[in-house]
Protein backbone atom coordinates (compact mmCIF):
# COMPACT_ATOMS: atom_id res chain seq x y z
CA UNK A 1 0.00 0.00 0.00
CA UNK A 2 1.27 3.92 -0.66
CA UNK A 3 1.61 5.81 2.51
CA UNK A 4 0.95 9.39 2.35
CA UNK A 5 2.92 11.47 5.27
CA UNK A 6 1.00 14.70 5.90
CA UNK A 7 2.60 17.91 7.16
CA UNK A 8 2.78 19.52 9.65
CA UNK A 9 0.07 18.06 12.03
CA UNK A 10 -1.35 21.61 12.77
CA UNK A 11 -0.14 25.07 11.77
CA UNK A 12 -1.86 28.14 12.75
CA UNK A 13 -1.65 31.26 10.26
CA UNK A 14 -2.38 35.34 10.42
CA UNK A 15 -5.33 36.76 7.83
CA UNK A 16 -3.68 37.00 4.58
CA UNK A 17 -0.60 34.88 5.60
CA UNK A 18 0.65 32.02 2.37
CA UNK A 19 0.31 28.67 4.21
CA UNK A 20 1.43 25.49 2.76
CA UNK A 21 0.73 22.11 3.43
CA UNK A 22 2.75 18.70 2.56
CA UNK A 23 2.46 15.53 1.30
CA UNK A 24 5.41 12.59 0.44
CA UNK A 25 4.07 9.73 -1.14
CA UNK A 26 5.93 5.95 -0.21
CA UNK A 27 6.43 5.69 -3.87
CA UNK A 28 5.76 7.70 -7.05
CA UNK A 29 2.43 8.51 -8.02
CA UNK A 30 2.49 10.37 -10.98
CA UNK A 31 0.73 13.47 -10.02
CA UNK A 32 -2.28 11.52 -9.08
CA UNK A 33 -2.80 13.24 -5.82
CA UNK A 34 -6.11 15.02 -4.55
CA UNK A 35 -6.98 17.78 -1.55
CA UNK A 36 -9.79 17.70 0.00
CA UNK A 37 -10.92 20.85 3.43
CA UNK A 38 -13.38 19.48 5.89
CA UNK A 39 -14.89 22.25 8.00
CA UNK A 40 -15.91 21.83 11.30
CA UNK A 41 -18.88 19.17 11.08
CA UNK A 42 -18.46 19.28 7.54
CA UNK A 43 -18.21 16.86 5.21
CA UNK A 44 -14.94 17.18 3.27
CA UNK A 45 -14.82 18.93 -0.11
CA UNK A 46 -12.70 18.39 -3.20
CA UNK A 47 -10.15 21.37 -3.78
CA UNK A 48 -7.71 20.02 -6.24
CA UNK A 49 -7.14 16.75 -8.23
CA UNK A 50 -4.67 15.99 -10.58
CA UNK A 51 -2.00 17.52 -7.93
CA UNK A 52 -3.00 21.13 -9.59
CA UNK A 53 -6.10 20.82 -11.05
CA UNK A 54 -8.79 23.47 -8.88
CA UNK A 55 -12.47 21.82 -8.54
CA UNK A 56 -15.11 24.11 -10.01
CA UNK A 57 -16.40 26.62 -7.50
CA UNK A 58 -12.95 26.61 -5.36
CA UNK A 59 -11.54 29.89 -4.61
CA UNK A 60 -8.24 31.09 -6.93
CA UNK A 61 -5.95 31.56 -3.31
CA UNK A 62 -5.28 27.85 -3.63
CA UNK A 63 -3.26 26.34 -5.26
CA UNK A 64 -1.52 22.95 -5.75
CA UNK A 65 2.04 21.65 -6.98
CA UNK A 66 4.20 18.75 -6.85
CA UNK A 67 5.54 15.78 -8.74
CA UNK A 68 7.56 11.99 -7.94
CA UNK A 69 6.30 11.72 -4.16
CA UNK A 70 6.47 14.93 -2.83
CA UNK A 71 3.20 17.11 -3.26
CA UNK A 72 2.17 20.27 -1.77
CA UNK A 73 -0.87 22.63 -1.31
CA UNK A 74 -0.78 26.43 -0.69
CA UNK A 75 -2.87 29.11 0.60
CA UNK A 76 -2.18 31.96 -0.88
CA UNK A 77 -3.89 34.53 1.79
CA UNK A 78 -5.44 33.29 4.66
CA UNK A 79 -8.95 33.73 5.28
CA UNK A 80 -11.24 33.24 8.07
CA UNK A 81 -13.36 30.15 5.98
CA UNK A 82 -10.12 28.86 5.46
CA UNK A 83 -9.66 27.22 9.33
CA UNK A 84 -10.65 23.92 8.33
CA UNK A 85 -8.58 20.14 8.18
CA UNK A 86 -6.73 19.42 5.15
CA UNK A 87 -6.34 16.11 3.52
CA UNK A 88 -4.17 14.84 0.88
CA UNK A 89 -5.52 11.37 -1.16
CA UNK A 90 -3.56 9.17 -3.52
CA UNK A 91 -4.96 8.26 -6.80
CA UNK A 92 -2.66 6.47 -8.35
CA UNK A 93 -3.54 2.74 -7.14
CA UNK A 94 -5.92 0.58 -5.11
CA UNK A 95 -5.92 0.95 -2.19
CA UNK A 96 -6.89 4.61 -2.11
CA UNK A 97 -5.03 6.10 0.77
CA UNK A 98 -5.47 9.11 3.00
CA UNK A 99 -2.73 11.51 4.67
CA UNK A 100 -3.64 11.81 8.25
CA UNK A 101 -4.84 15.51 8.28
CA UNK A 102 -3.64 19.46 8.91
CA UNK A 103 -5.69 21.31 11.26
CA UNK A 104 -5.40 24.77 10.16
CA UNK A 105 -6.48 27.49 12.52
CA UNK A 106 -6.54 31.25 12.57
CA UNK A 107 -3.39 33.00 15.03
CA UNK B 1 -27.61 19.71 -8.24
CA UNK B 2 -25.82 16.85 -7.26
CA UNK B 3 -26.84 15.21 -4.07
CA UNK B 4 -26.19 12.35 -1.84
CA UNK B 5 -28.18 11.40 0.66
CA UNK B 6 -27.21 8.16 2.63
CA UNK B 7 -29.34 6.56 5.60
CA UNK B 8 -29.42 3.29 7.49
CA UNK B 9 -26.90 4.03 10.14
CA UNK B 10 -27.75 3.17 13.54
CA UNK B 11 -26.07 1.34 16.81
CA UNK B 12 -25.11 -2.33 16.13
CA UNK B 13 -23.41 -4.98 17.80
CA UNK B 14 -19.91 -6.55 17.31
CA UNK B 15 -20.45 -9.25 15.08
CA UNK B 16 -23.91 -8.61 13.37
CA UNK B 17 -24.60 -6.94 10.18
CA UNK B 18 -25.88 -3.62 8.74
CA UNK B 19 -27.04 -1.95 5.34
CA UNK B 20 -26.51 1.35 4.22
CA UNK B 21 -28.21 3.12 1.36
CA UNK B 22 -27.70 6.29 -0.66
CA UNK B 23 -29.69 7.82 -3.33
CA UNK B 24 -28.20 10.22 -5.60
CA UNK B 25 -29.40 12.90 -7.82
CA UNK B 26 -28.84 15.68 -9.81
CA UNK B 27 -26.57 13.62 -12.18
CA UNK B 28 -26.65 10.53 -14.11
CA UNK B 29 -25.81 8.15 -11.38
CA UNK B 30 -24.79 4.86 -14.34
CA UNK B 31 -22.36 7.43 -15.42
CA UNK B 32 -20.04 7.13 -12.44
CA UNK B 33 -17.80 5.13 -10.13
CA UNK B 34 -19.56 5.00 -6.80
CA UNK B 35 -17.40 5.35 -3.49
CA UNK B 36 -17.61 4.70 0.41
CA UNK B 37 -15.39 5.98 2.61
CA UNK B 38 -15.28 6.50 6.65
CA UNK B 39 -14.14 8.55 9.08
CA UNK B 40 -13.94 7.21 12.65
CA UNK B 41 -14.59 9.68 15.34
CA UNK B 42 -12.15 12.56 15.76
CA UNK B 43 -10.09 10.40 13.30
CA UNK B 44 -9.12 10.91 9.29
CA UNK B 45 -10.44 9.42 6.13
CA UNK B 46 -10.35 5.65 5.10
CA UNK B 47 -11.57 4.42 1.40
CA UNK B 48 -13.61 1.70 1.90
CA UNK B 49 -14.98 0.51 -1.41
CA UNK B 50 -15.69 1.59 -4.41
CA UNK B 51 -17.80 0.60 -7.80
CA UNK B 52 -17.38 0.86 -11.03
CA UNK B 53 -20.57 2.58 -13.13
CA UNK B 54 -21.97 -1.12 -14.32
CA UNK B 55 -21.40 -2.55 -10.74
CA UNK B 56 -19.77 -5.60 -12.17
CA UNK B 57 -16.09 -4.31 -10.86
CA UNK B 58 -15.52 -3.63 -7.09
CA UNK B 59 -12.27 -3.04 -5.38
CA UNK B 60 -11.89 -2.67 -1.35
CA UNK B 61 -8.92 -2.66 1.53
CA UNK B 62 -8.04 -5.37 2.92
CA UNK B 63 -9.42 -4.29 6.47
CA UNK B 64 -12.87 -4.62 5.17
CA UNK B 65 -12.71 -7.07 2.45
CA UNK B 66 -14.38 -10.61 2.90
CA UNK B 67 -16.69 -8.92 5.11
CA UNK B 68 -18.06 -5.48 2.94
CA UNK B 69 -20.08 -5.70 0.14
CA UNK B 70 -20.33 -2.42 -2.51
CA UNK B 71 -23.27 -2.89 -4.74
CA UNK B 72 -25.96 -0.19 -6.84
CA UNK B 73 -28.96 -0.30 -8.15
CA UNK B 74 -28.60 2.55 -11.58
CA UNK B 75 -32.38 2.11 -12.59
CA UNK B 76 -33.11 3.57 -8.51
CA UNK B 77 -29.96 5.77 -8.18
CA UNK B 78 -29.08 3.75 -5.25
CA UNK B 79 -25.56 2.78 -3.61
CA UNK B 80 -25.63 0.33 -0.95
CA UNK B 81 -23.25 -1.12 1.46
CA UNK B 82 -23.46 -4.37 3.22
CA UNK B 83 -21.63 -4.58 6.26
CA UNK B 84 -21.62 -8.43 8.01
CA UNK B 85 -19.06 -9.32 11.15
CA UNK B 86 -19.00 -5.80 12.28
CA UNK B 87 -16.07 -4.80 14.31
CA UNK B 88 -15.66 -1.73 17.11
CA UNK B 89 -12.97 -0.73 15.06
CA UNK B 90 -15.80 -0.11 11.71
CA UNK B 91 -17.42 2.64 14.32
CA UNK B 92 -17.06 5.89 11.93
CA UNK B 93 -19.23 8.35 10.20
CA UNK B 94 -19.83 6.56 6.88
CA UNK B 95 -19.83 8.66 3.00
CA UNK B 96 -21.31 8.27 -0.14
CA UNK B 97 -19.53 9.51 -2.58
CA UNK B 98 -19.26 10.46 -6.24
CA UNK B 99 -16.34 10.23 -7.85
CA UNK B 100 -14.84 13.06 -10.38
CA UNK B 101 -15.18 11.48 -13.32
CA UNK B 102 -12.36 8.98 -14.51
CA UNK B 103 -9.90 10.51 -11.75
CA UNK B 104 -10.41 8.28 -8.73
CA UNK B 105 -10.62 11.64 -7.48
CA UNK B 106 -14.08 12.22 -4.61
CA UNK B 107 -16.12 15.10 -5.89
CA UNK B 108 -19.04 14.35 -4.40
CA UNK B 109 -19.56 13.87 -0.27
CA UNK B 110 -23.02 12.89 1.15
CA UNK B 111 -23.59 13.88 4.87
CA UNK B 112 -22.71 10.89 6.33
CA UNK B 113 -24.63 8.25 8.77
CA UNK B 114 -23.18 7.59 11.93
CA UNK B 115 -22.64 3.69 12.67
CA UNK B 116 -21.73 2.98 16.05
CA UNK B 117 -20.75 -0.82 16.59
CA UNK B 118 -20.92 -1.46 20.75
CA UNK B 119 -22.32 -4.35 22.86
Known amino acids: DIQMTQSPASLSASLGETVSIECLASEDISNDLAWYQQKSGKSPQLLIY???RLQDGVPSRFSGSGSGTRYSLTISGMQPEDEADYFC?????????FGSGTKLEIK | EVQLVESGGGLVQPGRSLKLSCVAS????????MAWVRQAPKKGLEWVAI????????YYPDSVRGRFTISRDNARNSLYLQMNSLKPEDTATYYC????????????WGQGTLVTVSS
Open chain 1, 50 to 52: DTS
Open chain 2, 51 to 58: ISTSGTTT
Open chain 2, 26 to 33: GFTFSNYY
Open chain 1, 89 to 97: QQTYKYPLT
Open chain 2, 97 to 108: IRELGFRLSFAY
